[in-house]
């Protein structure tokens, strides 16, 4: 049967902001839109029900969450009527993407009266259960590759760390220098004009900030598309060991995160404005060696301090190249690339199963709700 979502929910608002309740204690959690912020004295919810993230980063973001808890302001109640069950509602909201319904530039927001009245099956209760129980033991697989995969990641810091030591100590008393010191020719000027005209034919594909930040790379295929001139292609086009750095995210911790370009990389691949280009000597330092460098404390402090953050936390092609670096012999690097090569050959096959075990996710959603 094809219903609205008014049909199946009521809107629930909450005043509560994350400053009323810290420091509390007691028996109840309480969410927001980052996820779990703690334990409080009272609950707004008796049932289990859906919370959508309502304002700010995040928008948009679908949550089931338990009886007896709250969440603050940013976020939106959606309470399950009789006909549906709290896990089938939730299921539902993900499908709808209600996200695209955002307004705002500067704090982009979405509400309620403009996506209540999305279209979706709804099945008997008891069907109900039955896709409940398969779509968790779907997202329950997902969860497992991608775990293992934090799994193999972690793996690899800890052998950077076993093997140059921590750099804010720098242990071993490796060279120090900034990023500009190594590089072999000046940083690319600007990049790939930022456009939301995207063409599925389009003659380029797009590395944007998400490519970067995730490092999804296992299907270049599947990069989105636009046109290019043979000028913008010369200027912007990226090859194997090209190593970028994230420009700007609304999630800070992907800010001059480094990704290296892989091996299988075409000849028309190009950057969007998110991301920046610099060239490394491969003489003094290994792109992958700087790749794991990005994502440690000490460089990710130093850009943290260097950025800015309005709607969206950004920092500057200047303030990257100038972040500071140790420089370790090139043969321990190169040590150090054939262990992190032979992590990645283990987390292809990884991926794989997990984008194959989303295909079928996305396939069930689409069967279920559309």
């Not at 309740?21 to 028996?27: D, I, P, Q, W, Y």
């Not at 810091?157 to 750099?167: A, Q, V």
């Not at 199963?353 to 295909?359: E, G, S, V």
Request: glycine share 6%; charged share 25%.
């Amino acid at each position: 049967m094809r219903v609205k979502l008014e049909d199946v929910c009521e809107r629930g608002t909450s005043n509560l902001r994350q400053s009323d309740v810290e420091g509390k204690t007691g028996a109840y959690p309480i969410y927001g839109a980052a996820g779990y912020i703690g334990q409080v004295d009272f609950y707004h919810q008796e049932k289990p029900y859906v919370a959508v993230v309502k304002d700010g980063a995040g928008i948009g973001r679908t949550t089931l969450l338990p009886a007896k808890s709250s969440i603050i302001g940013t976020m939106q109640y959606l309470l399950p009527k009789d006909n549906v069950l709290p896990q089938y509602l939730y299921y539902a909201v993900q499908y709808m993407h209600i996200e695209k319904y955002y307004t705002g530039a500067t704090i982009p927001h979405i509400y309620y009266r403009d996506y209540k009245n999305e279209v979706f099956n709804l099945a008997s209760i008891e069907q109900q259960r039955l896709i409940i129980s398969t779509l968790s033991r779907v997202e329950g697989i997902i969860s497992q590759r991608q775990r293992q995969l934090q799994l193999l990641d972690d793996l690899v810091k800890s052998r950077f760390i076993e093997m140059f030591g921590e750099p804010e100590t720098n242990p071993f008393e490796w060279e120090s220098c900034e990023i500009k010191d190594v590089m072999s020719a000046p940083a690319s000027n600007g990049f790939f004009a930022k456009s939301n005209d995207y063409k599925p034919d389009g003659n380029v594909g797009i590395i944007c900030v998400g490519d970067v930040v995730n490092r999804k790379y296992s299907n270049l295929g599947n990069l989105r598309r636009a046109n290019a001139d043979e000028k913008q292609l010369a200027k912007f086009k990226v090859k194997f060991g090209d190593i970028l750095f994230c420009r700007s995210s609304l999630v800070k911790e992907g800010i001059a995160k480094a990704s290296v370009i892989p091996e299988e990389c075409g000849n028309n691949i190009v950057f969007e404005c998110h991301v920046i280009r610099v060239p490394l000597n491969i003489k003094r330092v290994f792109p992958e060696f700087m790749q794991a460098l990005s994502i440690t404390d000490f460089f990710r402090g130093q850009m943290m301090e260097k950025s800015k953050t309005a709607t969206m936390t950004t920092i500057g092609q200047k303030d990257v190249i100038t972040g500071r670096i140790y420089v370790p012999p090139i043969e321990l690097q190169k040590e150090f690339v054939l262990f992190s090569k032979q992590i990645d050959k283990s987390k292809l096959i990884i991926q794989q199963a997990l984008d194959k075990a989303q295909m079928l996710y996305d396939s069930l959603m689409q069967k279920y709700f559309g």
